[in-house]
Nanobody, 126 residues
Framework: QLQLVESGGGLVQPGGSLRLSCAAS????????IGWFRQAPGKEREWVSC????????NYVDSVKGRFTISRDSAKNTVYLQMNSLKPEDTAVYYCAADSSGNYYCSDSPYDYDYWGQGTQVTVSS
């Protein structure tokens, strides 16, 4: 089976940092673009960031630019989201997803993604 498993979420104070991991199994993540999405209770799922299959293209939603960094490690079949200067507005369940058509670019649309993880909770609060 093809799986994506997120980890690294937790409770952090405003201004703090977390690193989320998205570990792929059953397929080679290097052939897929990977996106990160988040969803707070009562809100629509929001695209946060993505990275192309090559790793040479990365994109971010405006609200996290300069604070979040997406990266991938092909040897570990894992994609990371480093989150710095966290704000209460970042509180959400964070999901990673894989897109088989992301050779050169990556998409901000959830409809382009084929596989999804179960999510990891991030809570930013004092």
């Amino acid at each position: 089976q093809l799986q994506l498993v997120e980890s690294g979420g937790g409770l952090v104070q405003p201004g703090g940092s977390l690193r989320l991991s998205c570990a792929a199994s059953g397929f080679t993540a290097g052939y897929y673009a990977i996106g990160w999405f988040r969803q707070a209770p009562g809100k629509e799922r929001e695209w946060v960031s993505c990275i192309s299959s090559s790793g040479r293209t990365t994109n971010y939603v405006d609200s996290v630019k300069g604070r979040f960094t997406i990266s991938r490690d092909s040897a570990k079949n894992t994609v990371y989201l480093q989150m710095n200067s966290l704000k209460p507005e970042d509180t959400a369940v964070y999901y990673c997803a894989a897109d088989s058509s992301g050779n050169y670019y990556c998409s901000d649309s959830p409809y382009d993604y084929d596989y999804w993880g179960q999510g990891t909770q991030v809570t930013v609060s004092s």
